[in-house]
């Protein structure tokens, strides 16, 4: 991996979640969609622009390495680039938490949803003032299938 990177601005929840399974900076796994996108949207810094440097609360985001696009020179992204590289880690981050917690979202399981959002936000490096905003995330998911038909909520509530 090279020793440039990107500067992304995420919501706090999930820089906590990147940052605690693929450190600081961020360096997605070789041969990843995520890495693919960064090196698909990594441009020549322009000319008179200065290298970017990070701002309040951005998360740094490793180039990989590549022999079409070394980092060295191709180290630039602009702003929809870095849109297209926070959609592909708002998707793992998703599938991840959906496919950790919904096996255990179910009527025979004897945990409540919540519990299982702060547990699962503790083991993935979340801070617990963020459970409620990961819990929201989770809801929303079931809801857009709900729309379509597909219920995936429970069919009663633990007393």
Request: glycine share 6%; proline share 8%; with cysteine.
């Amino acid at each position: 991996m090279s020793k440039f990177v990107i500067y992304l601005n995420l919501p706090l929840y999930k820089a906590e979640w990147l940052t605690h399974h693929l450190g600081n900076p961020v360096v997605f796994p070789a041969g990843s969609p995520q890495n693919a996108t960064i090196r698909t949207f990594t441009l020549l810094l322009p000319k008179g622009m200065e290298p970017e440097t990070p701002g309040e609360g951005d998360v740094a985001i490793a180039i990989p390495d590549s022999k079409a696009k070394p980092p060295e020179r191709f180290h630039y992204m602009g702003h929809r680039g870095k849109e297209a590289v926070k959609e592909a880690i708002d998707d793992l981050f998703r599938r991840s938490l959906w496919n950790d917690i919904s096996p255990l979202d179910t009527d025979e399981y004897p945990v409540g949803l919540n519990k299982l959002i702060a547990a699962w936000c503790e083991m993935h490096g979340i801070g617990l003032d963020r459970v409620e905003t990961v819990r929201q995330c989770y809801a929303r998911i079931r809801a857009a299938f709900a729309k379509t038909g597909i219920n995936l909520r429970k069919s009663s509530r633990k007393k």
